[in-house]
């Protein structure tokens, strides 16, 4: 147990639709991180926040967006839901801002999102 | 463009022998590489990492070599076990920055 939850565990959804991913942190940790693991791709970074900021970007689509709350947990919100958005989406934590490249990540469950 | 590629999807090792799990890189700019293990139904499990500086890292069964001029890293499991059975992800990131790019993974089954 890595101690970073995620709920759903799984979502069914339909095309159109927007759906929203949540996240907490291991105690302690200040940053958060998405990803996006397709069936033929590897884990894909989507974005990072650290303390309620947004700190970096990845390959995020623009119907995507995220944010982190004073309790440092996190949601992921998709909207105008396509079926290539089926993935299984894993957040991440790790203690400090990534300055430091050492800091290692933490991945939680993950949520696996069904889109027919 | 894929910058950390995992090019064999799997792998078949007897349990006691060496498993060798390879990765290669594109991207100059990386200074930190990381592995990670995933079982089924599981988020991926942080297993060993190595800076730029180091050319090897060991931990225990895991060893971790870095050629940098070959823009290569392998990950050495020895002796391999049958819980090794996972899929493995190489990951990378640059200097200062935390965003990490991760390979396909390989899958390894130990057989007893």
């Known amino acids: 147990d890595s101690g970073v939850t995620q709920t759903p565990k799984h979502l069914i959804t339909a095309t159109g639709q927007r759906v929203t991913l949540r996240c907490s942190p291991r105690s302690g940790d200040l940053s958060v991180y998405w990803y996006q693991q397709s069936l033929d791709q590897g884990l894909q970074f989507l974005i990072q926040?650290?303390?309620?900021?947004?700190?970096a970007k990845g390959n995020i689509l623009e119907r995507f967006s995220a944010q982190q709350f004073p309790d440092l947990h996190s949601e992921l919100n998709l909207s105008s839901l396509e079926l290539g958005d089926s993935a299984l989406y894993f957040c991440?934590?790790?203690?400090?801002?990534?300055?430091?490249?050492?800091?290692?990540?933490?991945f939680g469950p993950g949520t696996r999102l069904t889109v027919l | 463009d894929q910058q950390v590629k995992q090019n064999s999807p799997s792998l078949s090792v007897q349990e006691g022998r060496i498993s060798i799990l390879n990765c290669d890189y594109t991207n100059s700019m990386f200074d930190y590489f990381l592995w990670y293990k995933k079982y089924p139904a599981e988020g991926p499990t942080f297993l060993i990492s190595?800076?730029?500086?180091?050319d090897k890292n060991e931990d225990g069964r895991f060893t971790v070599f870095l050629n940098k001029s070959a823009k290569h890293l392998s990950l050495h499991i020895v002796p391999s076990q049958p819980g090794d059975s996972a899929v493995y992800f190489c990951?990378?990131?640059?200097?200062?920055?935390?965003?990490?790019?991760f390979g396909k993974g390989i899958t390894l089954s130990v057989r007893p």
């Open positions: 991440a934590s790790s203690v400090e801002a990534g300055g430091l490249a050492t800091d290692t990540q933490y």
């Open positions: 990951a990378a990131s640059p200097a200062g920055n935390s965003k990490l790019t």
């Open positions: 926040y650290y303390n309620g900021e947004e700190r």
């Open positions: 190595i800076s730029s500086i180091k």
